[in-house]
Every structure is written in C-alpha cells, then in structure tokens.
T-cell receptor, first 117, second 114 residues
Framework: GAVVSQHPSRVICKSGTSVKIECRSL??????MFWYRQFPKQSLMLMAT?????????EQGVEKDKFLINHASLTLSTLTVTSAHPEDSSFYIC?????????????FGEGSRLTVL | QKEVEQNSGPLSVPEGAIASLNCTYS??????FFWYRQYSGKSPELIMS????GDKEDGRFTAQLNKASQYVSLLIRDSQPSDSATYLC??????????????FGAGTQVVVTP
C-alpha cells in the first residue's frame, strides 16, 4: 500500500512562533500533495494544492504568506505556519496522489495536531 | 458554494445489523465519489470509491451512486464495533484542475453497539 508520513504528529508552540510540518510519501512519488485543515467536529477543508517544483495554489480565504508550502521533491512537501496564533490551532492533514494517476483516491498522512498557546 | 451534505449522527447500529449512510452533493460536475473512515484523532482512510451510477460492493461495504439525484450512500453489512467511526463522504470535480481536490462532508458518526 501507499504510505504517507507526517511529522510531527503533535506540536505545541507559543503564539508568534513558526511551525513546520513535513509530509512524505514513503513508497511512491507524488507530484501533487494536498494540505487540509480540520477543526473539531468539522469537515476537512482544503487549504492548498502543493505541486512539485512549482508554487502551491491556495484555496480562497487561505493566506499564502501565513501558510507557506514548499514541495521540493517528489516525496516531500512542507507546510510552515508562520507567526502562529491560537486560532491556527487545528488538525493539519496532508494527502498525496500517486504520480501519473488521475484519481481522487488520496493517501492521507497521520495528521499533525497543532496547539498554539 | 459546492457542498457535500451528510447527517452528523450519531447513527447507532446494533452489532451485526446494517448501517446506512447517506450523502448529497451540490456540484453536478462532480464525477468521482469517495467514502473515508476516520477514527477519532486520526486521519481519514479510504474505504470505497465509486465513479458510475449503481452499486459497488467491496466486502461488507456497498456504495451506491445516483448522479441524477446527486446522491451517494454507503451500506455497512454485519456491523462490528470496530466500524464505530466517523464516515466522510467526498466528491471530486470532473475537470483536470479539480483532480484530487476533494470536497468533504462533515461526516456521519457511526456507533456500533454490542
């Protein structure tokens, strides 16, 4: 099966600091990865689409300067929450699609729970 | 606003019974539909995908799609306590710029009681 790994799984930080979350596809190449955010009892909301070697595309209402996405290789995408505030506390989940496949069958990482104090 | 709607539940199902979950979507351009299972505090896990009208069966799971009614359902037969989770319905648009951009419903919580 396809494995997507996220790190860290939990992070607690002080308000104003930046936090980086990594998403790796362990056994397949992913030209496209997606970053979602999920608040308690709510649905997953797509934040941005991360494309290897190019700029990420952000969904409406998501601040690109606050949520920096870098997709440096076919197996790694990173999300950096800059100047985090308590309202950024959420469950961040990445997902990946196998390179060459045109399908919505995504493989999700384990998620990263961010708590901003 | 493209939306995917689900009853939040909880849906209480006796062990061994059939759990029936429903989902409607508003985007008529959606072509692909997925059911994900999410345990509390965990990330979603794909359990079914369906692309054409009709039924699709995989083990104890059956997905049903009716594009004319913009309706997707999931049946879980012989429900087990381990099926207790939140089930997320998701749709994907039909254009290349929509591939992988899943629109999720809020999920239906299923509780299987022994």
């Amino acid at each position: 099966g396809a494995v997507v790994s996220q790190h860290p799984s939990r992070v607690i930080c002080k308000s104003g600091t930046s936090v980086k979350i990594e998403c790796r596809s362990l056994d397949f190449q992913a030209t496209t990865m997606f970053w979602y955010r999920q608040f308690p009892k709510q649905s997953l909301m797509l934040m941005a689409t991360s494309n290897e070697g190019s700029k990420a595309t952000y969904e409406q209402g998501v601040e690109k300067d606050k949520f920096l996405i870098n997709h440096a290789s076919l197996t790694l995408s990173t999300l950096t929450v800059t100047s985090a505030h308590p309202e950024d506390s959420s469950f961040y989940i990445c997902s990946a699609r196998r390179a060459g496949e045109n399908t919505g069958e995504l493989f999700f990482g384990e998620g990263s729970r961010l708590t901003v104090l | 606003q493209k939306e995917v709607e689900q009853n939040s539940g909880p849906l209480s199902v006796p062990e061994g019974a059939i759990a029936s979950l429903n989902c409607t979507y508003s985007d008529r351009g959606s072509q692909s539909f997925f059911w994900y299972r999410q345990y509390s505090g965990k990330s979603p896990e794909l359990i079914m995908s369906i692309y054409s009208n009709g039924d699709k069966e995989d083990g104890r799971f059956t997905a049903q799609l009716n594009k004319a009614s913009q309706y997707v359902s999931l049946l879980i037969r012989d429900s087990q306590p381990s099926d207790s989770a939140t089930y997320l319905c998701a749709s994907e648009g039909g254009f290349t710029d929509s591939w992988g951009k899943l629109q999720f419903g809020a999920g239906t919580q299923v509780v299987v009681t022994p």
